[in-house]
Structure formats: structure tokens, C-alpha cells
């Protein structure tokens, strides 16, 4: 069974670009997770896709980010126009699993974004 | 007072001992709890799950928790090299969502 996959791998873009991040999750997991490492900090929740309705999209950091998750399979993650502070490892996670089981999590290798 | 407090380490310990991590948190309604770890530019992968009150053993992981302290921890026994890794606390708390420890990490010395 193919993991969770993140594409791409490392991104380096000037500020004001535009960077679009892409997760294909577990076939079949219908619970589909962003998650940010900014350096120095803790994993933080972005939002929370149930196949492709966002069911929380509370931490994401403001309206320069734009997820998607047309059909319910895989999913994008549009940053634009990029800042500085928008540096930092981008992971995605699925899950079969809701409620108390939903930190059961399968996570991507991350993509990591460098805005200089 | 952060959601997950783990102590960011390093912490060091030689081959075949036992390492102690521990994390706090301060979401008293929460319900569920795990352990990640993550080595070097990986994904972090889940290895242990906990519920209820108690230890739970799975090989040479225990993860052990207390609601009324607020405090899981997971104790690795005989560590080998291979064990280190940046180890997560993780919460699923009363907000729904998932929240992480900024990690520890563990060095284990052959």
C-alpha cells in the first residue's frame, strides 16, 4: 500500500511568488490533514478535509492560503503571494479514522518551502 | 502555558538503557494521546496510542498516562542506536484537533 505522498519535496521561491503544494493521501482515507513546521516551533494544524469538504480550516494562518481537495482525493495547498514567515515544512496526513482515533495519523515526508 | 510541553533535549543515553520521555498538557478534557517519532527530514510516524489511565506495553515502548496529573510519558527499553529520533507528544484534545509537543530529542550512544 502506497503512502502518503508530498510533492514537491523542496521548494526555494522568491517573496510575492506563488507556490502550489500537492498531497496524495492513503487510498480510501477519507480524513485528509495539513499541518506547518515553522523552525524552532511545534507541528501546528492547518485544516482538515473530510473527503473533499473542508470540515476545519481554523488554523490556517490567513486568506494567502488556499486548499483544495477537488473529488476527495488528492489535495493542494496554494500560497500566494508568498511571505517570508510562510517558510518552514509543509505535511500533509491522512486517516481512515474520526473522532478520539483521529490522531491516528499516516503523514507525508513534507515538502519544505523556502521563501526568500 | 503551551498547549503540549515536552522537554526539547537533547537527551542522551547509552545502548540497552532505558530512556524517559514525558510531556504535559493542558487541555483536561482531552481523551486521546500519542507518540510519534520522526527521524531526520522523515515523516513522523505513529508508535504508540494511549486512552485510558495506565501503561501500555507494545514490545520494548510503554506509554504511560495520568489524566489527573495531565502527563503521558513513553519509556524505551534495551534503546538502541537506531531509537533516535525526534519523539512527538500528541494530543487530540477538546477542540477536535491534534496537537503536537515541539518534540524531544533522543540520542542513543552505541
Known amino acids: 500500500e502506497a503512502g502518503v505522498t508530498q510533492f514537491p519535496s523542496h521548494s526555494v521561491i522568491e517573496k510575492g511568488q506563488t507556490v502550489t503544494l500537492r498531497c496524495d493521501p492513503i487510498s480510501g482515507h477519507d480524513n485528509l490533514y495539513w499541518y506547518r513546521r515553522v523552525m524552532g516551533k511545534e507541528i501546528k494544524f492547518l485544516l482538515h478535509?473530510?473527503?473533499?469538504?473542508?470540515?476545519?480550516e481554523s488554523g490556517m494562518p490567513n486568506n494567502r492560503f488556499l486548499a483544495e481537495r477537488t473529488g476527495g482525493t488528492y489535495s493542494t495547498l496554494k500560497v500566494q503571494p508568498a511571505e517570508l514567515e510562510d517558510s518552514g515544512v509543509y505535511f500533509c496526513?491522512?486517516?481512515?479514522?474520526?473522532?478520539?482515533?483521529?490522531?491516528?495519523?499516516?503523514f507525508g515526508e513534507g515538502s519544505r518551502l523556502t521563501v526568500l | 502555558q503551551k498547549e503540549v510541553e515536552q522537554n526539547s533535549g537533547p537527551l542522551s543515553v547509552p545502548e540497552g538503557a532505558i530512556a524517559s520521555l514525558n510531556c504535559t498538557y493542558s487541555d483536561r478534557v482531552s481523551q486521546s494521546f500519542f507518540w510519534y517519532r520522526q527521524y531526520s527530514g522523515k515523516s513522523p510516524e505513529l508508535i504508540m496510542s494511549i486512552y485510558s489511565n495506565g501503561d501500555k506495553e507494545d514490545g520494548r515502548f510503554t506509554a504511560q498516562l495520568n489524566k489527573a496529573s495531565q502527563y503521558v510519558s513513553l519509556l524505551i527499553r534495551d534503546s538502541q542506536p537506531s531509537d533516535s529520533a525526534t519523539y512527538l507528544c500528541?494530543?487530540?484534545?477538546?477542540?477536535?484537533?491534534?496537537?503536537f509537543g515541539k518534540g524531544t530529542l533522543l540520542t542513543v550512544n552505541p
Open positions: 500528541a494530543v487530540y484534545g477538546s477542540n477536535y484537533k491534534l496537537t
Open positions: 496526513a491522512s486517516s481512515r479514522l474520526a473522532g478520539g482515533l483521529a490522531g491516528e495519523l499516516f
Open positions: 478535509f473530510v473527503k473533499e469538504s473542508k470540515q476545519d
